[in-house]
């Protein structure tokens, strides 16, 4: 007996045990969108109408600054108010078996087994950008599974971990007392991508200082000295220092503009989280109630529709026997100067224009 192909009936069959809720068909979803199986196209798009419940949070920090921790804190304090929470842990690659390398799951083991928490680990598979190229659709899937928070935890601070936000609603990026990273938040670009920063392992030396240095940097960037001096009844003492201007900014319910806040944790013993998971709320809301959450997902739309249409041409394109063919046919007059690869490429779109054109069966 002949086993049936895995097409219309066999995703039909995942679909239907996604929907009830099977926790066995989630992971077999999120596998074949990770390794981009044949018909994941077809089930992201037949769960898509259910995408864009979930809050989306990004973590991100040097390797060794707590993250994991931090995150287990984050989804005990989501599961003692009822919430569902769904966790993508991208790791480096193994460079053997090319799978996620760290393992997050060991590292949370105290909130892997509860039935309301799901933790996935992906690879970066070679992605300059901290997050692999799936992530943002495994994210899809989780928020289409009725995961009330996902977290997304990558590794790495620097520029090319900046990626993280693109794919979160609310990016916080973990820093701590030792490594300097106070410094460094400027040259990475950190001050542009962080709307929460969080000073793990606070009960170290140095925490309050690292606070300090990054609050003043803030103060420093977005001018607040200068617009409380502008103000009637304003603490002096504020506009003589940026930091605690901005520091005073951060904790202003009503503001207009969003000051990220700097959080002292120490996670391992479940210091400061009540204060990360209020600032979470709280940022939630002001993009909710200043029409960005719908502006940051809406770009978020548009970079999945042209890293769809990117992937898209580069499989017909090079998959083409003709176009092969062609390329192949001109490299020697290419190395023979006759001809550039420039004028080659735009010859090649015309010629391979048919196999771009047609429809993925």
Do not use: C
Request: aromatic letters at 4%.
């Amino acid at each position: 007996m002949t086993t049936a192909p895995p097409a219309l009936a066999d995703r039909s069959s995942l679909l239907a045990a996604f929907d009830a809720g099977k926790t066995a068909a989630l992971a077999r979803a999120v596998s074949m969108v990770e390794n981009q199986r044949d018909g994941f196209e077809q089930l992201l798009s037949a769960l898509h109408s259910r995408v864009g419940r979930a809050r989306r949070i990004g973590v991100t920090g040097p390797p060794g600054a707590g993250k994991s921790t931090l995150t287990t804190q984050l989804i005990s304090t989501y599961r003692a108010a009822g919430l569902k929470v769904g966790v993508i842990a991208v790791d480096p690659t193994s460079p053997f078996t090319g799978g996620a390398l760290l393992g997050d799951r060991v590292r949370m083991e105290s909130v892997a087994l509860d039935p309301g928490v799901y933790i996935r680990s992906l690879a970066t598979r070679g992605s300059l950008g901290g997050i692999s190229s799936a992530t943002r659709s495994v994210a899809d899937v989780l928020d289409a599974f009725g995961f009330d928070r996902i977290l997304m935890e990558t590794v790495g601070v620097g520029q090319s971990e900046l990626e993280i936000a693109r794919a979160a609603d609310t990016t916080v990026v973990v820093l701590v007392p030792e490594s300097g990273d106070s410094i460094q938040a400027l040259k990475a670009g950190l001050m542009e991508i962080a709307d929460i920063f969080v000073v793990n392992k606070a009960d170290r030396p140095g925490a309050e200082r690292v606070r300090n240095d990054i609050e003043l940097m803030l103060g420093m960037r977005h001018g607040h000295a200068m617009d409380a001096a502008g103000h009637h009844g304003v603490d002096l003492k504020a506009v003589a220092n940026p930091g605690k201007a901005a520091r005073q900014a951060a904790r202003e319910e009503q503001s207009e503009r969003w000051t990220p806040p700097v959080v002292l944790t120490t996670a391992h013993k479940g210091e400061g989280i009540a204060d990360l998971a209020g600032f979470l709320d709280r940022h939630h809301h002001y993009l909710e109630d200043g029409g960005e959450l719908r502006e940051r997902r809406r770009r978020r739309l548009r970079e999945q529709v042209m890293d769809v249409a990117d992937y898209r041409l580069r499989r017909r394109l090079w998959s083409d026997e003709q176009v092969k063919a062609f390329v192949d046919s001109v490299i020697p007059r290419i190395e023979r100067g006759e001809v550039s690869p420039y004028g080659i490429a735009d010859e090649l779109l015309i010629k391979g224009a048919p196999a771009i054109a047609r429809t993925s069966s």
